[in-house]
């Protein structure tokens, strides 16, 4: 079982900037994959960025490429991810939501971009961008 719990979400103009943050319980992290994706009003969730377990490999949409940037924290027992995001626009406004593989992994350097690949969720963290 893994719990996973996001903050760093709220009211930024646009322009500015948020880091999100996602602490998973559990001695097993360093074994999951991790990803982000996002919910805005009305619409469905969307794949945002997405990293291996060993850190090594990112992938992003392309919305949001070269502005944010995802990592994560294996070292000792801080089990966390983080989303570094930039450049903020008010179409960035959505829920956040933070994502965990558990299944098999055949290779490290694996990550996941699909719904359907993760075994646990977070409750989300609201990030509003205001024009």
């Known amino acids: 079982q893994v719990q996973l719990v996001e903050s760093g979400g709220g009211l930024v103009q646009a322009g500015g900037s948020l880091r999100l943050s996602c602490a998973a319980t559990?001695?097993?992290?360093?074994?999951?994959?991790m990803g982000w994706f996002r919910q805005a009003p009305g619409k469905e969730r969307d794949f945002v960025a997405a990293?291996?377990?060993?850190?090594?490999?990112?992938?992003?949409a392309d919305s949001v490429k070269g502005r944010f940037t995802i990592s994560r924290d294996n070292a000792g027992a801080k089990n966390t991810v983080y989303l570094q995001m930039n450049s903020l626009e008010p179409e960035d406004t959505a829920v956040y939501y933070c994502?965990?593989?558990?299944?098999?992994?055949?290779?490290?350097?694996?990550?996941?971009?699909?719904?359907?690949?993760?075994?646990?969720w977070g409750q989300g963290t609201q990030v509003t961008v205001s024009s």
């Open positions: 559990g001695r097993t992290f360093i074994s999951h994959a």
């Open positions: 990293i291996s377990r060993s850190g090594d490999i990112t992938d992003y």
């Open positions: 994502a965990a593989r558990t299944r098999l992994i055949p290779s490290s350097s694996d990550y996941y971009t699909q719904e359907y690949d993760y075994d646990y």
